[in-house]
């Protein structure tokens, strides 16, 4: 890497060769920069100058810092419409990218509070309980938890969901989804968490709680799916009201 002698400030033209490295593709996603003291040395500038370019990098999303790891090459983010959130497979697909599934548990479980609250029912109802490991083009990209009543599912051991997406199955069971409502927030990854995607304990996920109601407004199921934060992102088209300030999810 060597910078032209011009009137561009040394921390612009740090942060366009560096980057041109990176959209090229030379740096692939995962690859570890040096430190910024060794990237100082190699182009001739101060540490502060490479530290503002780095900054800058990260800013725009093409790096990202681990706390005692160093500085990496970040990973696209797969943007995820916030109206396709309901199937992960149907989502992926439309953007060109291989959706799989790892089933990582199943069980027949009595609803804790919080999964009877969730779906309208009382403490120790009989749900299935699917944790299951979402991948994008065999990237571990989310942890599906999910809870379904069983009276509603009925049969559900014997179908492979690793291969079934949940949404076919619950057209062919006659189950219809009318209406989803979801809540987005952030945690950190706990180590189980960490080792299943492929990450580092703290690492910062996105977490996602859905309910999904069928067309009697009955909750036919309750999820909480955690996505890499590194390499996803939620997308919202809104479109406002006429006459009014409220906002509605864009169907265009």
């Not at 990496?72 to 797969?78: L, T």
Request: charged share 25%; proline share 3%.
């Amino acid at each position: 890497m060597t910078l032209r002698k011009t009137s561009c400030p040394l921390h612009l033209q740090v942060q366009e060769n560096l980057g041109r490295l990176i959209t090229s593709g030379e740096w692939q996603p995962g690859t570890k920069l040096s430190s910024e003291r060794k990237l100082s040395q190699q182009l001739g500038v101060s540490r502060v100058t490479v530290r503002q370019a780095i900054s800058a990098l990260e800013e725009a999303g093409l790096l990202h810092r681990v706390q005692g790891k160093g500085t990496f090459v970040a990973r696209p983010k797969i943007k995820v419409d916030a109206r396709d959130l309901i199937s992960f497979t149907s989502s992926m697909l439309r953007r060109g990218i291989c959706p799989s599934a790892r089933v990582l548990d199943f069980s027949r479980i009595h609803a804790s509070r919080q999964v009877a609250e969730a779906l309208g029912a009382e403490v120790g109802y009989q749900v299935y309980r699917v944790r299951r490991l979402r991948l994008a083009n065999n990237m571990p990209f989310v942890i599906e938890l999910s809870y379904f009543p069983c009276d509603l599912y009925l049969g559900l051991e014997a179908v492979d969901l690793a291969t079934v997406s949940i949404r076919r199955l619950c057209e062919e069971m006659g189950i219809r989804l009318k209406r989803v409502y979801q809540t987005l927030g952030a945690v950190v990854a706990t180590e189980e968490e960490a080792q299943i995607l492929a990450v580092e304990p703290g690492f910062p996920l996105m977490l996602i709680e859905r309910r999904g109601y069928d067309v009697e407004g009955q909750a036919v199921e309750f999820s909480k799916d955690l996505y890499r934060g590194d390499c996803s992102c939620v997308i919202s088209d809104l479109e406002l009201c006429e006459g009014t300030n409220s906002c509605i999810l864009s169907t265009s």
